[in-house]
């Protein structure tokens, strides 16, 4: 079936380099694609979404990036702190999904002092 | 602003026993509402949604229920635990389709 993944489970990453996390999906009928950052023991929080007639977003020191002809979605994350170690989930919904959101694996930042 | 609570935080329970985890918000009005199950070191898994009072959608069968007796108010529940529904439950809400859903901070589930 239709699936949301992730390239790498685990990135670690020295404290203020840059991070970039990736994240593929399969459903081309997809529209909207979000980030969420999870810290342990919390629920995930919302970062950063996009929509398809985007290919660029940026918020506070995150871009999220769109590259619908690979079905590809990245989270780059800029002068990465401490507390930006956390496990980052996409997700995809579109129209076709209603209210649904499909969730990827997740993918474990650790910084690296 | 909106804000969700779940609680109760961690709920150890014994196998056969019953369940009821509450999930309301507050701040908003006819929320959409979601109750997700993550298995450690897991993804999430949509388990149940509701558009409207008394509307629940189910996505995976189990012997986990839902309802929701009031607009900002949803709740799971189980007549009898099985030792497979340990998890950590995330209750989320949003307002339409294609919006980001906002979760509350989950119930650690343990059942021995």
């Known amino acids: 079936g239709e699936s949301v993944g992730l390239h790498l489970p685990t990135l670690s990453v020295q404290e203020g380099d840059n991070s970039i996390i990736n994240c593929a999906y399969s459903n081309s009928a997809s529209d909207y694609f979000i980030w969420y950052k999870q810290e342990s023991g919390k629920g995930p929080q919302f970062i950063i979404d996009i929509r398809s007639n985007m290919d660029k977003r940026q918020g506070q020191r995150v871009t999220v990036l769109l590259n619908k002809t690979v079905k590809h979605l990245s989270l780059q994350i800029a002068a990465t702190q401490p507390g930006d170690s956390a496990v980052y989930f996409c997700?995809?919904?579109?129209?076709?999904?209603?209210?649904?959101?499909?969730f990827g694996g997740g993918t474990r930042l650790m910084v690296k002092p | 602003s909106q804000t969700i609570h779940q609680w109760p935080a961690t709920l150890v329970q014994p196998v056969g026993s019953p369940l009821s985890l509450e999930c309301t918000v507050e701040g908003t009005s006819n929320p959409n509402l979601y109750w997700y199950r993550q298995a450690a070191g897991r993804g999430l898994q949509l388990l149940f949604y509701?558009?409207?009072?008394?509307?629940i959608s189910s996505e995976v069968p189990q012997n986990l229920s839902a309802s929701r007796p009031q607009d900002r108010q949803f709740i799971l529940s189980s007549k009898k635990l099985l030792l497979s529904d340990s998890g950590f439950y995330l209750c989320?809400?949003?307002?339409?389709?294609?919006?980001?859903?906002?979760f509350g901070d989950g119930t650690r589930l343990s059942i021995l």
């Open positions: 997700a995809e919904g579109g129209y076709n999904a209603g209210n649904m959101l499909t």
């Open positions: 509701s558009v409207g009072i008394g509307q």
């Open positions: 989320a809400w949003n307002l339409a389709e294609n919006q980001p859903q906002h």
